[in-house]
């Protein structure tokens, strides 16, 4: 078993990620049927522990395209949803001084927003260090 999950490839990967995720499938399913929380919890858990075992195990090479495409879409979709989160909180918060909930909800996307932008802020800070950048970016 142990030169299986060493030797193992991207592919082979993929084949044992649908399968466990079958066995958490089944095990939540079954769980839900006769009201076991418990079982649930432990078939979520054991699935977890067994997909991060396997992960570890993987070797998957990325090529430079493959980074720089991921981090294309990073970008992209960072500079997308950060303001249209942050426009829809803001017409929530106009619009819904009538309605409670409509400003409520306005309110928790705008300090999402908020949240979304310290996290990249502060992520962008360190990863900028760790990487050689300049202090005057």
Do not use: C, H, W
């Amino acid at each position: 078993m142990t030169m299986f999950l060493i030797n193992m490839d991207i592919k082979k990967y993929r084949q044992i990620r649908v399968i466990i995720t079958l066995f958490v499938s089944v095990t939540v399913s079954i769980s839900t049927i006769q009201n076991n929380l418990t079982l649930a919890i432990a078939g979520v858990i054991t699935g977890m522990l067994f997909l991060s075992l396997v992960r570890a195990k993987t070797k998957i090479v990325i090529d430079e395209r493959e980074k720089t495409i991921r981090e294309k879409a990073a970008q992209m979709a960072y500079a997308i949803f950060a303001p249209t989160i942050g426009l829809g909180a803001l017409i929530m918060i106009i619009l819904g001084k009538n309605s409670v909930y409509i400003f409520a909800l306005g309110q928790i996307f705008a300090y999402l927003t908020l949240f979304f932008i310290t996290v990249y802020a502060i992520s962008y800070y360190f990863l900028n260090r760790k990487y050689g950048g300049s202090d005057a970016e």
